[in-house]
């Protein structure tokens, strides 16, 4: 089956710093990935879809200054949390789209200090 | 873009007992409709899926049906046993989005 990876699995941070979370698709090429963020007890929010070679589409209220994506190979987007703050603690999974289907990333969660 | 409401928020049952989860969805082009299953901490597992052109789909005790006029779909669970407790979540593309998801718990 299609398999996604995403590094790193948990990351603490200090306030102010950036942090930087790739998504892979191992076994397949995506053309686009999406990237959701899941606050505890809630439902995972689409923050952005991820087309590579072009400039990502954020979702309404998610700053694109903020969450910087990058889709530079057909196997690899990477989401940049700038200046990170602690209401931006969260579990972030990515996604990567083969045919009709979505194949998640096991999710990085971020704790920032 | 898609809106996707899930209900009931929370769902209890006794084991055995069949559990049912509602979706309802506002686009009417989408055309996939999956359910996830979310265990705490994880990624969510696919678990059933249906695509627009048929209005049901069963795999053992889970099985989807869909009314595309009416734009809803449910997820029924038969013979629940307490391994089926999670969280449930259904999507609609495109992209998925999700409903806010529904907490089952299967009491033994």
């Known amino acids: 089956g299609a398999v996604v990876s995403q590094h790193p699995s948990r990351v603490i941070c200090k306030s102010g710093t950036s942090v930087k979370i790739e998504c892979r698709s191992l076994?397949?090429?995506?053309?686009?990935m999406f990237w959701y963020r899941q606050f505890p007890k809630q439902s995972l929010m689409l923050m952005a879809t991820?087309?590579?070679?072009?400039?990502?589409?954020?979702e309404q209220g998610v700053e694109k200054d903020k969450f910087l994506i990058n889709h530079a190979s057909l196997t690899l987007s990477t989401l940049t949390v700038t200046s990170a703050h602690p209401e931006d603690s969260s579990f972030y999974i990515c996604?990567?789209?083969?045919?009709?289907?979505?194949?998640f990333g096991p999710g990085t969660r971020l704790t920032v200090l | 873009g898609e809106n996707v409401e899930q209900h009931p928020s929370t769902l209890s049952v006794q084991e055995g007992d069949s559990a049912v989860i509602k979706c309802t969805y506002s686009d009417s082009a989408s055309n996939y409709f999956p359910w996830y299953k979310q265990e705490l901490g994880k990624r969510p597992q696919l678990i059933i899926d249906i695509r627009s052109n048929v209005g049901e789909k069963k795999d053992q005790r889970i099985a989807v049906t869909l009314n595309k006029t009416a734009k809803h779909f449910s997820l029924h669970i038969t013979e629940t046993q307490p391994e089926d407790s999670a969280v449930y979540f259904c999507a609609a593309p495109p992209p998925l989005v999700f409903g806010k998801g529904t907490r089952l718990s299967v009491i033994a």
């Open positions: 076994d397949f090429q995506a053309t686009t």
């Open positions: 991820s087309n590579e070679g072009s400039k990502a589409t954020y």
């Open positions: 996604s990567a789209r083969l045919v009709h289907e979505q194949f």
